[in-house]
């Protein structure tokens, strides 16, 4: 068993590091308190090739491999966890289920464009009335002659008012459940289809999610994605590797917590000593970095899997659930140890508490992981 990255991947996640270091960090906080997307800071991640990490290189993409995605997720959340979820959401959920599952014709009319960063992407599966129970969905696409109409929202979506290109799914059936749901691609400007105000969120100021509303949009026959009736089941193998995205944010959240916490240990002095010699602290510290080295190992193990091509639903839940309850805890302990300091804006710790919590609840809440893994050891249906 092989636990080295290879040469390329070490490459990569360094690349991604120092991006980090140098564009995010300190100059994200003023997006942050301003509650604005840094268009200027998003653009730089398409040179790099972040923004097509996962789509072939046939279609401008870098066409990576899921460990070298899951490095690079890492140390964007690191640095900054709302520029790193808008890259995610935008590769992983966007471009990623075009590239699984879109025609050839669909493959090069917007591959390229999200790929380069000339377009980013969003994907609208949650509505307001249905989140974990996602086949509950009620947006409806009708064919009429040669176009579908969609009617509907979808809510809480990433980079909803940012995008140029969307993946929504909608019911296109009268079957009940998942069965009767297809996927669409739609482009910003068609009649009928816009974005609501950004909400106001506990964290991840600097990232955009909105609504999406369609207001009898108009689609032609060939925004259809893949066969009619497969969206559902093409948005769970979607999820799958959004899950595996969502632990490696979880884990470079919890890091960037454990980083701080080190930092400010060895510079703060109280009875006469530094906070790194009081022997209560170094337990939390341990605890901590052991627990994030946990989290990251089983990240990483569900990105080999995928690349292995095999089946990682479980291993991708048991990843997001170990390591967005670690970012949870790795934040509320960093602000412990920071005392007053953590519970003020001045420090990073106090922005990636709120942006920590998040991680429990996208991609499907803990409680919804909790249930995927049960059910894969009790060999439920
Ligand atoms: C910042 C942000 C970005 C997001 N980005 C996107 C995006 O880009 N695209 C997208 O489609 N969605 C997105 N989402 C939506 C997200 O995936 C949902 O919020 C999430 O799946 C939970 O759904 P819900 O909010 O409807 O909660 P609900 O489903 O209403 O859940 C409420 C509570 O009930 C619990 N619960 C529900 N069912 C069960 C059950 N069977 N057993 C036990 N407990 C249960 C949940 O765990 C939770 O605690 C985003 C959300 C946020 C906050």
Redesign the pocket.
């Known amino acids: 068993m092989d636990f080295e990255p290879t040469d390329d991947q070490t490459r990569i996640r360094r690349v991604a590091r120092e991006f980090a270091e140098g564009e995010l960090g300190d100059k994200i906080a003023p997006y942050d308190e301003r509650h604005e997307f840094p268009h200027a800071i998003v653009k730089k991640l398409g040179p790099l090739g972040f923004l097509g990490v996962l789509v072939p290189e046939a279609y401008g993409g870098a066409g990576l491999d899921h460990v070298s995605y899951a490095l690079i997720v890492e140390e964007l959340c690191r640095g900054d966890a709302s520029v790193g979820?808008t890259m995610w959401?935008h590769n992983s959920?966007c471009a990623n289920h075009i590239a699984s599952f879109a025609s050839e014709a669909q493959k090069r009319r917007y591959l390229p464009r999200l790929a380069s960063g000339e377009v980013l992407g969003?994907?609208?599966?949650?509505e307001p009335g249905?989140?974990?129970?996602?086949a509950a969905l009620r947006t409806r696409a009708e064919l009429s002659g040669d176009e579908w109409i969609l009617n509907g929202s979808?809510?809480?979506?990433?980079?909803a008012s940012v995008c140029g290109t969307a993946v929504i799914m909608a019911r296109t059936g009268p079957e009940k459940g998942s069965k009767g749901v297809s996927a669409f691609i739609l482009e910003k400007g068609v009649p009928g289809f816009s974005a609501g105000s950004p909400y106001r969120?506990l964290g991840?100021h600097a990232?955009d999610?909105a609504e999406l509303i369609l207001e009898d949009a108009r689609v032609p026959a060939a925004g259809l994605l893949g066969e009619r009736g497969a969206g559902f089941a093409q948005a769970v193998q979607v999820l799958e590797g959004g899950r595996i995205a969502m632990a490696a944010m979880a884990v470079g959240i919890a890091q960037a917590a454990v980083d701080q916490s080190v930092k400010y240990m060895k510079q703060r002095t109280a009875f006469g000593r530094t906070l790194a010699e009081f022997n209560g602290l170094q337990g939390m510290i341990a605890d901590l970095a052991t627990e994030v080295e946990v989290a990251r190992l089983l990240t990483l193990r569900a990105a080999y899997a995928k690349d292995a091509g095999r089946p990682a639903m479980h291993v991708a839940a048991m990843a997001k659930l170990f390591a967005s309850e670690t970012a949870m805890k790795a934040a509320t302990q960093a602000v412990q140890i920071h005392g007053g300091a953590g519970y003020i804006t001045e420090f990073p710790v106090e922005r990636i508490f709120r942006d920590a919590k998040?991680t429990e609840?996208?991609?499907?809440?803990?409680?919804?992981q909790r249930?995927v893994i049960a059910r894969e050891i009790l060999q439920l249906s």
Do not use: H, R, V
């Open positions: 979820i959401a959920l969003a994907w609208g599966l949650t249905s989140g974990s129970d996602a979808k809510a809480f979506i990433t980079n969120k991840l990232s999610t998040l609840i996208g991609e499907g809440t803990s409680e919804i249930l």
